[in-house]
């Protein structure tokens, strides 16, 4: 029997308003020990996401004030992925790999009812490849890729990544060297 989104997902997430700041939305953020916040109306209807990652890109990166702009400006609020408290938690999982996202809002009848997050994910499967199928997904991104055409590791590789590797060697003084490896 498959297990099913709502077992495993966080319960009455904590939320943020459109009116909030990147500030708060950060402190909340915090507080909790999470990395996305969840953007309800009034009536907990999900109206977008905001991501630790979104406050910094969109915000302190682009020299905004984190004390006066307001989440909704900032927030995700198209195209969002989200899943059912009914869908499978192996759904929830190929909608993250797919998305490459790590969390996905659980909404019932347009209301945000939970957050389900790869780690409840990965506690719960039943297949620990397919998690880390998942994760290596979600971790995939240009910088880290092979450079088409080439045998160097792609821009963002740390240097020692692409160097061949160091022999040591003691001399018969006791002193070592080091000598770039063939």
């Known amino acids: ?22 500030m708060d939305g950060a402190r909340l953020m915090a507080s909790y020990d999470f990395g996305m916040v969840p953007i309800v109306d009034p009536d907990r209807r999900l109206v977008g996401v905001v991501t630790d990652r979104d406050i910094v890109i969109r915000v302190l990166a682009s020299g905004l004030d984190p004390e006066t702009v307001e989440l909704g400006d900032i927030a995700t609020n ?25 969390r996905l809002p659980v909404v019932k009848s ?29 971790s995939r991104s240009p910088a880290t890729e092979q ?24 001399s018969s003084d006791g002193g070592a ?3 770039e490896g063939s």
Do not use: F, W, Y
């Open 110 to 138: 347009g209301e945000l009812v939970g957050v389900i997050a790869l780690g409840d994910v990965a506690v719960t499967s039943a297949s620990p490849r397919e998690v880390g199928e998942a994760v290596a997904e979600l």
């Open 147 to 170: 450079i088409e055409g080439t045998d160097a590791p792609a821009t963002g590789t740390p240097p020692q990544v692409g160097r061949a590797p160091q022999e040591q060697t003691v």
């Open 78 to 102: 198209k195209n969002l992925v989200t899943i059912g408290p009914d869908d499978t938690v192996a759904e929830a999982r190929e909608r993250m790999a797919t998305n490459r996202i790590k």
């Open 177 to 179: 060297s080091t000598q």
């Open 1 to 22: 029997m498959s297990r099913l989104v709502r077992h495993v997902m966080a319960q009455e997430p904590k939320v943020a308003t459109t009116d909030m700041t990147p």
